[in-house]
């Protein structure tokens, strides 16, 4: 079946340790995101690629990095600069749609923890 | 960045009531999506509005995009136990390609 895969699903962190969050979907779909959730609140976005080779900065880039070296995978780095990186992380895809992207299909997400 | 106010925070209902939640916005959106979240899980498209006025459903729920469309409404009808989640909104304007999303409603049945 098609989908996206997050893994894993819950992860630690160090202090100073950079951790990679993967992103992987067989839906052939041109874009991916990520988000991050904090309890109680609504989605905020981190970092957005809509081909292969590009990616932009969402909302709250500041400590996280990203690559997009092939359509079904798009992993999400959190660095030692993100000073705050307890949250739960979900990657999305989508297709273009009308001019503009839109019906996000989310991972089941993975919940980071600071040791 | 923009701001979507999604009421109520929470709710805690008895099965079979109905459910009415809301989001608000201060600009304009072209595009009303609401998600499902359940714990531990990613969010799930329910349903997608894409006119003023426009009034969809998917079984028990339904959705309106706002006349004045800096709203949209969701009404679950005679609410089960697996309608337990966190509900979200989010709209996009045709300023650009992202969503912005609302708090969340998170929702709650008493069998």
């Known amino acids: 079946d098609g989908g996206i895969t997050q893994s894993p699903k819950y992860l630690f962190r160090k202090e100073g340790q950079n951790v990679t969050l993967s992103c992987e979907q067989n839906?052939?779909?041109?874009?991916m995101y990520w988000y991050r959730q904090d309890p109680g609140q609504g989605l905020r976005l981190i970092y957005y690629?809509?081909?292969?080779?590009?990616?932009q900065k969402g909302d709250i880039a500041e400590g996280y990095s990203v690559s997009r070296e092939k359509k079904e995978s798009f992993p999400l780095t959190v660095t030692s600069a993100q000073k705050n990186p307890t949250a739960f992380y979900l990657c999305?895809?989508?297709?273009?749609?009308?001019?503009?992207?839109?019906?996000?299909?989310f991972g089941s997400g993975t919940q980071l923890s600071v040791l | 960045g923009q701001q979507l106010n999604q009421s109520p925070q929470s709710m805690f209902i008895q099965e079979g009531e109905d459910v009415s939640m809301n989001c608000t916005s201060s600009?304009?959106?072209?595009?009303w999506l609401w998600y499902k979240q359940e714990p531990g899980e990613g969010p799930v498209l329910l349903i997608a509005?894409?006119?003023?006025?426009e009034l969809t459903s998917n079984g028990r729920l339904t959705a309106q995009f706002g006349i004045t469309r800096k709203d949209s409404f969701l009404n679950i009808s005679a609410s089960i136990p697996s309608d337990v989640g966190i509900y979200f909104c989010?709209?996009?304007?045709?300023?650009?390609?992202?969503?912005?999303f609302g708090g969340g409603t998170r929702l709650m049945v008493k069998p």
């Open positions: 600009s304009i959106f072209n595009t």
């Open positions: 999305a895809s989508s297709v273009p749609s009308t001019g503009f992207f839109e019906k996000l299909f």
């Open positions: 989010a709209g996009r304007n045709n300023a650009g390609n992202m969503l912005t």
């Open positions: 839906l052939n779909h041109d874009a």
């Open positions: 509005l894409y006119k003023a006025g």
């Open positions: 690629s809509q081909i292969v080779n590009d990616f």
